[in-house]
């Protein structure tokens, strides 16, 4: 079993930026690729972001390509998303996932954290 903790939510306004942090124990030998993910009021849960732990190689979302950066840091089992010039849209509950394959689809992402909320207010 894995276990994933998010933290660093919160509120901030238009334009300004934003760290998420995950912190992943238990069977962490099981991970291939970690994710973020967002869901907003009403919409589907999306891909915001991935990364494989091995290689490093990075998967973005078109609407935060450029904005958003994820970054993984093995030694200490943590994957991060920096958020840059944030917009109204990007306000959702963003959930950390991790997967024991090289996917990006969260139907196969078998551990999910309990989620952050991020509100960026106009």
């Known amino acids: 079993q894995v276990q994933l903790v998010e933290s660093g939510g919160g509120l901030v306004q238009a334009g300004e930026s934003l760290r998420l942090s995950c912190a992943a124990s238990?069977?962490?030998?099981?991970?291939?690729?970690m994710a973020w993910y967002r869901q907003a009021p009403g919409k589907q849960r999306e891909l915001v972001a991935g990364?494989?732990?091995?290689?490093?190689?990075?998967n973005y979302a078109d609407s935060v390509q450029g904005r958003f950066t994820i970054s993984r840091d093995n030694a200490e089992n943590t994957v991060d998303l920096q958020m840059h010039t944030l917009k109204p849209a990007d306000t959702a509950v963003y959930y950390c996932?991790?997967?024991?394959?090289?996917?990006?689809?969260?139907?196969?992402?078998?551990?999910w954290g309990q989620g952050t909320q991020v509100t960026v207010s106009s």
């Open positions: 990364i494989t732990r091995r290689t490093g190689a990075a």
């Open positions: 996932a991790a997967s024991p394959k090289h996917t990006w689809l969260p139907e196969e992402y078998n551990w």
């Open positions: 238990g069977s962490i030998f099981s991970i291939y690729t």
